[in-house]
Antibody, heavy 122, light 106 residues
Framework: QLQLQESGPGLVKPSETLSLSCTVS??????????WAWIRQPPGKGLEWIAN???????FHNSSLRSRVTISVDTSSNQFSLRLHSVTAADTAVYYC??????????????WGQGTLVTVSS | SYELTQSPSVSVSPGQTVSVSCSGD??????AYWYQQKPGQSPVLVIH???KRPSGIPERFSGSNSVNTATLTIRGTQAIDEADYYC?????????FGGGTRLTVL
């Protein structure tokens, strides 16, 4: 059974870079046609998509975050990562990693990690 | 950008049927997805491609999508269905989420 687990610092200072990793277990990140995604949720608010990546390197970004986001994949460690630069308090959120299954040309976020809270504060 | 609008909250009595709606421009021409999120937990996909239930999702969950509105319907609502429900669709290669609807089972 495929599982995703986020990891990274829970506290980041303003203007610094938020760095998170998502470890995929129970399957290979490089198998099939899946994309891998980062989604965040500010406390008490809704879901906001950040970016997707395919193991071959194709990426898609939320246009409002594109200039600050780097998403990457490491097939040797079965992980994908997020870097969000120049963070502010508005970036405080629970960050989820998720799998995107594009089956039937109808992509869905079908497996999610448990999420990790990142607080931006000095 | 693309906006999906959901009512902030809805309530239902146990055993009754409840509908959660999601509106967006020409949403009926796109696929709609629904996610259930219980407090402190990750979202769970409950409906994809407008009407399909993933394996393990109870039959009481169903979906529809027409014109500008997608609807999630729960028949025979149970206390365990109390959660936030988010609709989602894709425009080009970008996923958009609705603001979420809190379902309270009274």
């Amino acid at each position: 059974q495929l599982q995703l687990q986020e990891s990274g610092p829970g506290l980041v200072k303003p203007s610094e870079t938020l760095s998170l990793s998502c470890t995929v277990s129970g399957g290979s990140i490089g198998s099939g046609h899946y994309y891998w995604a980062w989604i965040r949720q500010p406390p008490g608010k809704g879901l906001e998509w950040i970016a997707n990546i395919h193991y071959r390197g194709t990426t898609f970004h939320n246009s409002s975050l594109r200039s600050r986001v780097t998403i990457s994949v490491d097939t040797s460690s079965n992980q994908f990562s997020l870097r969000l630069h120049s963070v502010t308090a508005a970036d405080t959120a629970v960050y989820y990693c998720a799998r995107v299954d594009p089956q039937d040309l109808a992509p869905r976020f079908d497996i999610w990690g448990q999420g990790t809270l990142v607080t931006v504060s000095s | 950008s693309y906006e999906l609008t959901q009512s902030p909250s809805v309530s239902v009595s146990p055993g009754q049927t409840v509908s959660v709606s999601c509106s967006g421009d020409n949403l009926g021409r796109k696929f709609a997805y629904w996610y259930q999120q219980k407090p402190g937990q990750s979202p769970v996909l409950v409906i994809h491609q407008d009407t399909k239930r993933p394996s393990g999702i109870p039959e009481r969950f169903s979906g529809s999508n027409s014109v500008n509105t997608a609807t999630l319907t729960i028949r025979g609502t149970q206390a365990i269905d109390e959660a936030d429900y988010y609709c989602q669709t894709w425009v080009d290669d970008t996923p958009w989420f609705g603001g979420g609807t809190r379902l309270t089972v009274l």
